[in-house]
């Protein structure tokens, strides 16, 4: 029986970009562990979830709540969800600590993970700088609190990571 290479998507919530960026580094990293790699925002992917074997689901943190089109994504596929194999990050503090330690995802992405028995969660520093959009992010930033936080290689770690664990995962419904 011939194996095929597992098509993974990864889908984000973003406002600024920041979180887009994560995913796109996720994506490449498990296109050279040799998965087949879509990377595309949350509300323009929830409807394609049968066509892959793995689930990649991202959202920035804002105020304690994952971006709005992460959460809704998790909600009307959740039954796709739940039949394949799913991970999920978040991404925003603005400060190093997510690189210094894990972080426990906030209570609604726990509730997320548990309903669709998410594989694993990590949470990784977030961006703002004086771009952002909206006026709490924008009075974040003039009051000295913005910065780049991403650690791209503790993320490329946790890519790899899951690229193992997909590599190892039964075939999924895509390639039933």
């Known amino acids: 029986m011939e194996r095929r290479e597992p098509r993974v998507l990864i889908a984000y919530g973003t406002t600024n970009g920041s979180t887009a960026e994560i995913a796109e580094r996720i994506g490449d990293v ?3 562990e040799g998965c087949v790699t879509t990377v595309r925002s949350a509300d323009a992917a929830w ?4 066509e892959y074997d793995a689930v990649i689901l991202g959202g920035a943190l804002y ?3 994952w971006h709005r089109d992460a959460r809704r994504f998790a909600r009307r596929a959740r039954r796709e969800l739940t039949a394949r194999p799913v991970w999920l990050f978040s991404s925003g503090p603005l400060d190093p600590s997510a690189s210094d330690r894990d972080i ?6 726990r509730r997320i993970a548990a309903r669709i028995d998410a594989r694993g969660h990590a949470t990784f ?12 992010a924008r009075m974040l930033v003039n009051s000295g609190k913005g910065g780049d936080f991403r650690d791209f290689e503790h993320i490329s770690a946790w890519a790899r990571q ?13 390639g039933a």
């Open 63 to 65: 105020m304690g709540r």
């Open 162 to 174: 899951v690229a193992d664990e997909i590599g190892t995962a039964p075939e999924g419904p895509a």
């Open 30 to 32: 498990l296109s050279k």
């Open 125 to 136: 520093g977030g961006r703002l700088d004086q771009n952002a959009r909206g006026r709490m």
């Open 47 to 50: 409807r394609s979830v049968a």
């Open 104 to 109: 426990a995802p906030v209570p609604g992405v």
